[in-house]
Antibody, heavy 120, light 107 residues
Framework: QVQLQESGPGLVKPSETLSLTCTVS??????????WSWIRQPPGKGLEWIGY???????NYNPSLKSRVTISVDTSKNQFSLKLSSVTAADTAVYYC????????????WGQGTLVTVSS | SSELTQDPAVSVALGQTVRITCQGD??????ASWYQQKPGQAPVLVIY???NRPSGIPDRFSGSSSGNTASLTITGAQAEDEADYYC??????????FGTGTKVTVL
């Protein structure tokens, strides 16, 4: 059974960089069958796709966040990571990591999510 | 436009049928997938492709599509189906988009 687990600071100051890591178990980030994704959900609001990375390192980002987002993969640790720079209160959200199939790009496994609050 | 629009809320009597719709130009070219999200939990995939259910999803959930509209139907809604439902698809650049979400209340 594939499991994903987000980790990182729950509180980030405005203008700083949000950094999260997703650790994958029961599967490999080196698989060519999947994209490794980040999705967020502000409190009481809907889901927003942030972006994803392929094992080769190729990425695709939400155009509205592209200038501030970097997703990377560490195959040796079976992890992938998110960095979001210059955060504001609008970036306060539950951040999910998820696995997406390459063939249909559907999100079949999700982490439990982690709340990141942007506040001084 | 790559936006996906859903009705904010629908209600259904226990055991009855409810259809949730998702509208967007990208749906003319790409299938939608559907996710169920209960409070405090991560979303769960319930329908993908033309009308496919992942293992463990009850067969009362079904999907369909016509033109720019994708639909999720719950036939014989149960109390445990009360949740938020989101559609998802892609645009021509491979960017993913989620719908605005529909809150389903089972009466």
């Amino acid at each position: 059974q594939v499991q994903l687990q987000e980790s990182g600071p729950g509180l980030v100051k405005p203008s700083e960089t949000l950094s999260l890591t997703c650790t994958v178990s029961g599967g490999s980030v080196s698989s060519g069958s999947y994209y490794w994704s980040w999705i967020r959900q502000p409190p009481g609001k809907g889901l927003e796709w942030i972006g994803y990375i392929y094992y080769s390192g190729s990425t695709n980002y939400n155009p509205s966040l592209k200038s501030r987002v970097t997703i990377s993969v560490d195959t040796s640790k079976n992890q992938f990571s998110l960095k979001l720079s210059s955060v504001t209160a609008a970036d306060t959200a539950v951040y999910y990591c998820a696995r997406a199939t390459v063939t249909a790009v559907l999100f079949d496994y999700w982490g439990q999510g982690t709340l990141v609050t942007v506040s001084s | 436009s790559s936006e996906l629009t859903q009705d904010p809320a629908v209600s259904v009597a226990l055991g009855q049928t409810v259809r949730i719709t998702c509208q967007g130009d990208s749906l003319r070219s790409y299938y939608a997938s559907w996710y169920q999200q209960k409070p405090g939990q991560a979303p769960v995939l319930v329908i993908y492709g033309k009308n496919n259910r992942p293992s463990g999803i009850p067969d009362r959930f079904s999907g369909s599509s016509s033109g720019n509209t994708a639909s999720l139907t719950i036939t014989g809604a149960q109390a445990e189906d009360e949740a938020d439902y989101y559609c998802n698809s892609r645009d021509s650049s491979g960017n993913q988009v989620f719908g605005t979400g529909t809150k389903v209340t089972v009466l």
